[in-house]
């Protein structure tokens, strides 16, 4: 279908300095947990977007030399000649689809670590680092600052070479030096790089000037910059200091890159902000610079970025996440199938990857960071080897992801749950307060799978394993997939209790799945959190608004512990505070008796009763796999039904995230024809070379 002509602006072309991207579509920096490490994965992932139709792909910030070293996070380098091979295959990558390769330059400053450089730490004044290492960073001399400058210049020079389009100045995130120099907060110099702000941004225009005489003729230099800190006079402030420093530099960068700081507010989950949030601090750059404007808003929706470049927003549609989720979606909108979109649910699952250092993982896109060692693409699958009918029972995102990607291969798919509707545990969590989004998890499948005419879905049909090997029998099913889920685990057993927890019959204990079915909220509610997941936080602003009090108990340190790897801790710890949450953190419950809980203070003697009417225990799942031991505890019988093969994914195998649940369904689908031998690497490796 040809694409709508409302969206046609999306498609005019952009110069950008010395180089023009082809359209409007522009996958900002984002890391990835590649890196440097898995260079040939990371080159390929870029290549898909690139084959998608994105105009220009650029690395995550990319270090510039040993005294900004990162690691053991993966983040791109290029500290010397040695490094360039790497980084040439992503640039290869890009340009083989006519995309232009941008390079994000980063020296991080305090923020570094140097933990394999080992190098000390610089920094704009003597200050801590940011993390909680021991150790301190020196205020560069002047002397220190011409280095500086050079090393961002021969960085560049080293970008353009190996063939970028685009190379950046880095200052935002409260991740770069050049975003420290300029702080109030960090700058406490008093030579011509501190003081006013026109001191301030001293060091920043210097290697902005210096980068584009050295290599402006030839590429686009970008500058990243938060224009808003959100943490008031302590920081940027979009309306003064921001907009100030935007007029002070505002045509010397080829294009302005805007967001927000730090990378928390920059990549908020859907959570706490919607498809476009930062257009309230972003939007008046474009009304200070005659240059190109690029920013970010999660943006899925091809009206909401036409509006932003009629109503003179941005110039460019900036994106990361939305650019994993679907590599496709330019062309998907070129093309007229909107309805093909995967949209970004805004899960940030793909953060904590970055976070936890490892390759990218995606709740929506099963195939990001395994374009290169499985071979997988978000567009293509491999088509069946033979005919042959799989019957799936559990339509929660393992059951969906598999019946689609089986569906797509042309295998003959029958699909059965015991629900009203498909969509498993993803239909109960997407209700729960500012979740909503995770809907799409479901609505996308189905909305493809409703496509293929091989694929059926029966629901409302709880099947035994007497009802499987009949079905199988009738329908002449080759292979079962039992994908049936798990169950919050009613007895406490988790993390900290490897035995039940005490229990008796005056307390209600309740566990997630009561709050789905018929569930009145008590007066006073202790959740008890053994996940340290978003579940607790997202259960308490539910009972909340129904008007109960809620204390929050965890072993954990602090409230939602794992989700500072989705960037959402703080932001959760605030929301909570403001609902009058009760927050006790470092204690173990006890017991749930007699109208009340107790709990006990990690490493003490100290214990505390906490009186409540209601208890909800959230500690680690059960995974449903009754049908699949009675299945498999008959092997006559089911061989005589037909069944060469039944095996369990998802939850129902391992309870884990959406992402892993939609990642197991797809990769069953892939390795259908494969034997499952735990003795073969599943994967291409890539081995560092051993130097001769
Ligand atoms: P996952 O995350 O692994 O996809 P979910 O818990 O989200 O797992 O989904 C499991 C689905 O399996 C649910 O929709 C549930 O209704 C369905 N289910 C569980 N047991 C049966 C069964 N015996 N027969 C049919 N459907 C089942
Ligand atoms: Fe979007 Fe979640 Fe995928 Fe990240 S992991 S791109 S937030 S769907």
């Given at each position: 279908?040809?694409?709508?002509s409302?969206?046609?602006?999306?498609?005019?072309p952009?110069?950008?300095?010395?180089?023009?991207a082809?359209?409007?579509?522009y996958?900002v920096?984002?890391?990835n947990?590649m890196?440097?490490?898995?260079p040939?994965a990371?080159?390929?992932?870029r290549?898909?977007?690139?084959?998608?139709?994105?105009?220009?792909?650029a690395?995550?910030?990319?270090?510039i030399?040993?005294?900004?070293?990162?690691?053991?996070?993966?983040?791109?380098r290029?500290w010397?000649?040695?490094?360039?091979?790497?980084?040439?295959?992503?640039?290869?990558?890009?340009?083989e689809y006519?995309?232009?390769?941008?390079?994000?330059?980063?020296?991080?400053?305090?923020?570094?670590?140097?933990r394999?450089?080992?190098?000390?730490?610089?920094?704009?004044?003597?200050?801590?680092?940011g993390?909680?290492?021991?150790?301190?960073?020196?205020?560069?001399?002047?002397?220190?600052?011409?280095?500086?400058?050079?090393m961002h210049?021969?960085?560049?020079?080293?970008?353009?070479d190996?063939?970028?389009?685009?190379?950046?100045?880095?200052?935002?995130?409260?991740?770069?030096?050049?975003?420290?120099f300029?702080?109030?907060r960090?700058?406490?110099?008093?030579?011509?790089?501190?003081?006013?702000?026109?001191?301030?941004?001293?060091?920043?225009?210097?290697?902005?000037?210096?980068?584009?005489?050295?290599?402006?003729?030839q590429?686009?230099?970008?500058?990243?910059?938060?224009?808003?800190?959100?943490?008031?006079e302590?920081g940027?402030?979009?309306?003064?200091?921001?907009?100030?420093?935007?007029?002070?530099?505002?045509?010397?960068?080829?294009l302005?890159d805007?967001n927000?700081?730090?990378?928390?507010?920059?990549?908020?989950?859907?959570r706490?902000?919607?498809?476009?949030a930062?257009?309230k601090?972003?939007?008046?750059?474009?009304r200070?610079?005659s240059?190109?404007?690029?920013?970010?808003?999660?943006?899925?929706?091809?009206?909401?970025?036409?509006?932003?470049?009629?109503?003179?927003?941005l110039?460019?549609?900036?994106?990361?996440?939305?650019?994993?989720?679907?590599?496709?979606?330019?062309?998907?909108?070129?093309?007229?199938?909107?309805?093909?979109?995967?949209?970004c649910?805004?899960?940030?699952i793909?953060a904590s990857?970055?976070?936890?250092?490892?390759?990218?993982?995606c709740?929506?896109?099963?195939?990001t960071?395994?374009e290169?060692r499985?071979?997988w693409?978000?567009?293509?699958i491999?088509?069946?080897?033979?005919?042959?009918?799989?019957?799936?029972?559990?339509a929660?995102?393992?059951?969906l992801?598999?019946?689609l990607s089986?569906?797509?291969?042309?295998?003959q798919?029958?699909?059965?749950?015991?629900?009203k509707?498909?969509?498993?545990?993803?239909?109960?969590?997407?209700?729960l307060?500012?979740?909503?989004?995770?809907?799409?998890?479901?609505?996308?499948?189905?909305?493809?799978?409703?496509k293929?005419?091989?694929?059926d879905?029966?629901?409302?049909?709880a099947?035994?394993?007497?009802?499987?090997?009949e079905?199988?029998?009738?329908?002449?099913?080759?292979?079962?997939?039992?994908?049936?889920?798990?169950?919050?685990?009613?007895?406490?057993?988790?993390?900290?209790?490897?035995?039940?927890?005490?229990?008796?019959?005056?307390?209600?204990?309740?566990?997630?799945?009561?709050?789905?079915?018929?569930?009145?909220?008590g007066?006073?509610?202790?959740?008890?959190d053994?996940?340290?997941?978003?579940l607790?936080?997202?259960?308490?602003?539910?009972?909340?608004?129904?008007?109960?009090?809620?204390?929050?108990?965890?072993?954990?340190?602090?409230v939602?512990?794992?989700?500072k790897?989705?960037?959402e801790?703080?932001?959760i710890?605030?929301r909570?505070?403001?609902?009058g949450?009760t927050?006790?953190?470092?204690?173990?419950?006890?017991?749930?008796?007699?109208?009340?809980?107790?709990?006990?203070?990690?490493?003490?003697?100290?214990?505390?009763?906490?009186?409540?009417?209601?208890?909800?225990?959230?500690?680690?799942?059960?995974?449903?796999?009754?049908?699949?031991?009675?299945?498999?505890a008959?092997p006559?019988?089911?061989?005589?039904?037909?069944?060469?093969h039944?095996?369990?994914i998802?939850?129902?195998?391992?309870?884990?995230?959406?992402?892993?649940?939609?990642?197991?369904?797809?990769r069953?689908?892939q390795?259908y024809?494969?034997?499952?031998?735990?003795?073969?690497?599943?994967?291409?490796r890539?081995?560092?070379?051993?130097?001769?």
């Open positions: 279908m040809p694409r709508n409302r969206y046609d602006i999306l498609f005019e952009v110069k950008i300095g010395p180089v023009t082809k359209n409007r579509f996958q920096p984002h890391c947990g890196g440097n490490r898995y040939h990371i080159a390929a992932s290549g898909v977007k690139a084959e998608g139709g994105w105009a220009a792909i690395t995550e910030e990319c270090e030399h040993p005294t900004s070293d990162v690691s053991p996070f993966m983040e791109a290029l010397d000649k040695s490094d360039m091979d790497r980084l040439a295959l992503s640039v290869d990558a890009i340009h006519g995309a232009l390769a941008a390079v994000e330059l980063a020296h991080c400053g305090h923020q570094a670590g140097n394999y450089s080992r190098l000390p730490l610089m920094g704009v004044s003597d200050m801590m680092t993390s909680y290492d021991p150790v301190q960073a020196y205020a560069v001399s002047k002397r220190d600052i011409s280095a500086l400058r050079k210049v021969d960085a560049a020079i080293r970008a353009r190996i063939g970028f389009d685009i190379i950046y100045c880095y200052a935002g995130h409260d991740l770069s030096l050049a975003h420290h300029i702080s109030r960090h700058n406490r110099r008093t030579d011509e790089y501190g003081g006013s702000l026109e001191n301030r941004v001293r060091f920043l225009r210097e290697i902005l000037e210096a980068t584009v005489e050295a290599v402006g003729d590429c686009a230099v970008a500058l990243r910059f938060a224009v808003d800190e959100l943490i008031g302590e940027t402030v979009a309306a003064e200091e921001g907009k100030d420093i935007v007029e002070m530099l505002a045509d010397i960068p080829d302005w805007v927000v700081s730090d990378w928390s507010n920059d990549s908020l989950t859907a706490f902000g919607e498809e476009g930062q257009e601090y972003t939007a008046f750059v474009k200070v610079t240059k190109p404007v690029v920013g970010v808003g999660r943006f899925t929706s091809p009206d909401t970025m036409v509006s932003q470049i009629k109503r003179g927003i110039d460019l549609i900036g994106a990361a996440r939305p650019s994993i989720a679907d590599p496709f979606l330019p062309k998907k909108i070129e093309e007229g199938r909107l309805e093909d979109i995967r949209e649910i805004g899960c940030n793909c990857s970055d976070m936890v250092i490892q390759p990218l993982r709740t929506q896109n099963p195939t960071a395994e290169y499985r071979g693409h978000p567009e293509r491999a088509v069946k080897h033979k005919d042959e009918h799989v019957m799936i029972v559990g929660g995102p393992a059951g992801e598999a019946a089986l569906g797509r291969r042309g295998y798919v029958t699909v059965a749950d015991a629900g509707q498909a969509g498993g545990r993803v239909l109960n969590e997407s209700k307060p500012g979740l909503s989004t995770w809907r799409r998890v479901v609505d996308y499948r189905l909305g493809q799978i409703e293929l005419a091989n694929v879905i029966h629901l409302e049909s099947l035994d394993a007497e009802q499987v090997l079905f199988s029998k009738m329908l002449g099913i080759d292979r079962l997939v039992i994908a049936t889920g798990a169950r919050w685990r009613r007895d406490g057993i988790g993390r900290t209790h490897f035995k039940p927890v005490l229990q008796d019959s005056d307390m209600r204990t309740l566990t997630p799945d009561d709050l789905f079915e018929n569930y009145s909220p007066e006073r509610v202790v959740i008890y053994d996940d340290y997941y978003y607790a936080s997202v259960v308490a602003e539910k009972l909340c608004a129904a008007g109960a009090h809620v204390t929050i108990v965890t072993p954990a340190p602090e939602a512990a794992w989700t790897n989705t960037l801790q703080r932001h710890e605030t909570l505070f403001d609902l949450v927050i006790i953190t470092k204690h173990v419950i006890e017991n749930a008796c007699a109208e009340s809980v107790q709990v006990n203070r990690l490493n003490s003697d100290h214990k505390l009763q906490i009186a409540c009417d209601q208890c909800i225990l959230i500690t680690s799942r059960q995974a449903q796999h009754q049908l699949f031991f009675d299945l498999d008959m006559d019988r089911t061989a005589a039904a037909g069944l060469t039944i095996t369990r998802g939850d129902c195998l391992a309870p884990s995230t959406i992402a892993a649940a939609v990642y197991e369904g797809h069953y689908a390795e024809e494969q034997e499952n031998d735990l003795h073969r690497i599943p994967f291409k890539e081995n560092i070379e051993l130097a001769p």
